[in-house]
């Protein structure tokens, strides 16, 4: 009897507990938006469930009754971002394709089983939260049983857990998810991909892009990608690394690399990348040297991206002998003067340029432009671009006989034929007046004079304070007069 309350009270308060789980699903549509589109030969109908914002606290307890959630060629889209939920539950089950956000949940835990309802999940965004590595297991990305202790693998096919606390993952995270194509761990402080996180992620041997931007890596596990062969895409953007990782070099098809703001020293390719079409290396703070021979790894890069790179005062040209497919190069915003060898003793041949640039982005440096950067400009045909807008500033800022002019114009003046700026023979020729021997003369007869009006004016109060102590300076006796009919002179015409 006693052991039968005992159940009762349990049950009793498991009841009362249950409700505060989930929201009520009756009265979604009256809190939340929710939209209907039929199919059209133009998009997929969907069923839209937006509860961003709307000051909810929990997982819904279920779809809204108008919803279709048997047919899998359909699609609900639910969102719960910016809500305080701190807690994610099961999502109700459905056999459509879901799409789900929960971003700026403050989520700090996730139940096991998120997804087990849920066998058509597509994408998922769990960005900005409070997630760590230990909240994110296997059981997390669990699909449906298919047996006692086995069970179905989810089909998701993006996951976005970017901005969260997650330090490290368990080896077995992703175990459920291999068939993933896209994922998100960029902003969070992972440090180094070794251990039980670079076994995680080499588990996704279907990824195609992977963003792992401003995630404070210092260390990458040579063996981190080796199984990703279907890798197209890699964000490495605001790390601490000090040079080209050799994780990247197994990644047989890599067509997009993003090493952007990272303190990289001098750009090196020691392997071939055979297939990458598309670079970037802007903005990083201590690039000072460009291997150009290392580049003949990266043969097939079509997308050079090199703006934002102050301390890198010359760029060689002869990159384009081995970038023959090169289109696009930006070099934009750096502080390079020069774009030729750095000797500035070899003259390349036309052939090496024979690569006609559809896109080359030269402003905001400071250039010198001399006889040689005018030979390169002809051989990579930078001319053919004639047309420019006035406020572009593509234009010398040395020497001084051609400060300011854009680099299209020295299309129409031979540089070459120009005295070089210098102790030998400069180009501009200050006025006499100007001159430094002048200025200082000018300067010097100013002091001069102004100098000897000092002491002149100095000498004269001193005299003029000794004479006035000895009784002998200057004094003036104060003038009277006398009216001319008051005077005694004046009676004697009297009659």
């Known amino acids: 009897m006693r052991a039968s309350r005992i159940i009762i009270i349990l049950l009793a308060s498991f009841g009362a507990v249950e409700p505060e789980l989930y929201e009520d699903a009756a009265t979604l549509c009256d809190r939340c938006a929710c939209v209907i589109a039929n199919r059209t030969s133009a998009v997929h109908g969907y069923d839209l469930l937006d509860c961003s914002r709307k000051g909810l606290t929990h997982m819904i307890g279920g779809w809204p009754a108008r919803f279709d ?50 066998a058509n999940v597509l994408r998922v965004d769990l960005s900005h939260n409070r997630l760590t590595g230990d909240a994110l297991t296997a059981a997390v990305f669990r699909g449906q049983y298919v047996g006692e202790d086995s069970g179905l693998l989810l089909q998701l096919d993006e996951l976005d857990l970017g901005a969260n606390a997650i ?15 896209e994922l998100s761990l960029a902003r969070n402080p992972l440090g180094r991909l070794v251990g039980g996180t670079a076994r995680a992620l080499a588990q996704l041997v279907n990824l195609e892009h992977l963003d792992l931007s401003y995630a404070e890596l210092t260390e990458l596990d040579d063996s981190v990608f080796g199984g990703m062969r279907s890798l197209h895409e890699l964000d490495l953007c605001g790390n601490r690394l000090g040079a080209v990782p050799e994780a990247l070099y197994p990644l047989a098809a890599l067509h997009t690399l993003n090493l ?19 670079l970037n290396v802007s903005s990083m703070p201590v690039l000072h040297t460009v291997e150009v021979d290392s580049f003949a790894h990266v043969r097939m890069l079509r997308t050079l991206l090199a703006r934002n790179n102050t301390p ?7 990159i384009l002998y ?17 774009l030729h060898p750095p000797t500035g003793s070899v003259v390349l041949p036309p052939a090496a340029y024979l690569n006609v640039l559809e896109i080359l982005l030269l402003h905001g440096n400071p250039w010198h ?30 020497p001084h006989m051609l ?16 005295p070089e700026e210098g102790p030998a023979g400069p180009m501009y020729e200050k006025p006499a007046f100007l001159r430094p021997g002048a200025i200082f003369l000018s300067l010097l007869s100013v002091g001069i ?25 200057f004094t003036s006796a104060p003038v009277r007069y006398t009216s001319v009919r008051e005077s005694t002179t004046s009676t004697v015409f009297q009659p």
């Not at 081995?322 to 020069?338: A, C, I, V, W, Y």
């Not at 002019?405 to 070459?416: K, Q």
């Open 69 to 118: 959630t048997a047919e899998p060629e359909r699609e609900i889209v639910l969102s719960l971002s910016g809500n305080n939920l701190t807690r994610l539950e099961q999502l109700p089950a459905t056999n459509t394709t879901l799409v789900f956000s929960c971003r700026h949940c403050n989520l700090a835990s996730v139940a096991g089983g998120l997804f087990l309802d849920t």
């Open 167 to 181: 330090a490290h993952l368990q080896e077995d995270a992703f175990e459920h998810i291999v068939s993933l194509r």
């Open 260 to 278: 952007a703001e990272n303190p990289i020293e001098v750009l090196s390719f020691a392997q071939p990348l055979d297939y990458l079409f598309e």
């Open 312 to 318: 890198l005062e010359v760029f060689d040209m002869t």
């Open 322 to 338: 081995h970038l023959t497919d090169l289109r696009e190069l930006d070099l934009s915003q750096s502080k390079l003067k020069h």
């Open 369 to 398: 432009c001399d006889c040689a950067l005018q030979k390169v400009l002809r051989y990579i045909h930078f001319f053919s671009h004639s047309d420019y807008e006035e406020e572009d500033d593509t234009r010398c800022e040395t």
């Open 403 to 418: 400060a300011a002019m854009h680099l299209v114009d020295l299309y129409y003046i031979d540089v070459c034929d120009q």
């Open 449 to 473: 004079v102004v100098g000897l009006g000092i002491v002149i004016g100095l000498v004269i109060v001193c005299l003029k304070r000794r004479l006035a102590a000895q009784g002998l300076g």
